[in-house]
């Protein structure tokens, strides 16, 4: 039977929820993310804004790092500056983490979005031992690539073509860093905290 893993942050409740907490007009767009870390500055989750207020407000964590532009939350009596990064008050033990699954994004992200041929902006993936002549679709053996790229190297090794990989790919790393980087867009003031990053 498998448990699920405790959540550290609660209910996804409204600011509005909170005692008169209610957002500023001109302030955090609907669907803003923040980034939550453990209280050993791990990253843990992503959040919404409107939860990331109810932390803090009830004490369950701190704003690291603010938002840029002045963001924040109002109420007749207290201004909350909008989080982009957070801290839990308290430890929160994370089980083990499984292999990261593959996908087309999460390889994207991992490359920057760079053409690892070429150096170009990549629009897709490319199995660097093709798949015909029994290259395995893992991370590995899979690296962002530009269409040009992609097209011209077809089912061929990149030694048959004297090209040479920036980096060699590899499977990110299974700690919460290296997970999300994958699993959403990093916004770039969490960058600093994503020490888990995969290369």
């Known amino acids: 039977m498998k448990h699920r893993q405790p959540d550290p942050i609660g209910a996804d409740l409204d600011p509005g929820e909170a005692p008169g907490i209610a957002r500023h007009p001109s302030a955090v767009p609907?669907?803003?993310?923040?980034?939550?870390l453990n209280a050993t500055f791990e990253p843990l989750a992503v959040v919404t804004a409107k939860r990331a207020i109810v932390l803090m407000l009830t004490g369950k964590a701190e704003c690291v790092e603010e938002t840029l532009g002045g963001a924040a939350f109002h109420s007749e009596s207290l201004t909350i500056p909008a989080p982009s990064v957070m801290r839990l008050s308290r430890y929160v033990r994370v089980p083990y983490r499984h292999?990261?699954?593959?996908?087309?994004?999460?390889?994207?992200?991992?490359d920057g979005r760079r053409c690892a041929y070429c150096g170009k902006r990549a629009d897709t993936i490319d199995h660097v031992v093709p798949r015909s002549r029994g290259g395995t679709h893992t991370w590995d053996n899979c690296v962002a690539a530009c269409r040009a790229c992609n097209s011209r190297k077809a089912d061929r090794l990149i030694e048959e073509?004297?090209?040479?990989?920036?980096?060699?790919?590899?499977?990110?790393?299974?700690?919460?860093?290296?997970?999300?980087?994958?699993?959403?867009?990093?916004?770039p003031a969490w960058e600093p905290w994503l020490g888990a990053r995969a290369a």
């Open 30 to 36: 609907k669907g803003s993310r923040v980034l939550l």
């Open 161 to 187: 073509l004297g090209w040479m990989l920036a980096v060699t790919p590899r499977a990110p790393d299974r700690s919460a860093g290296g997970i999300l980087v994958l699993a959403v867009e990093p916004l």
């Open 99 to 110: 292999a990261v699954p593959m996908t087309r994004a999460g390889v994207l992200r991992r």
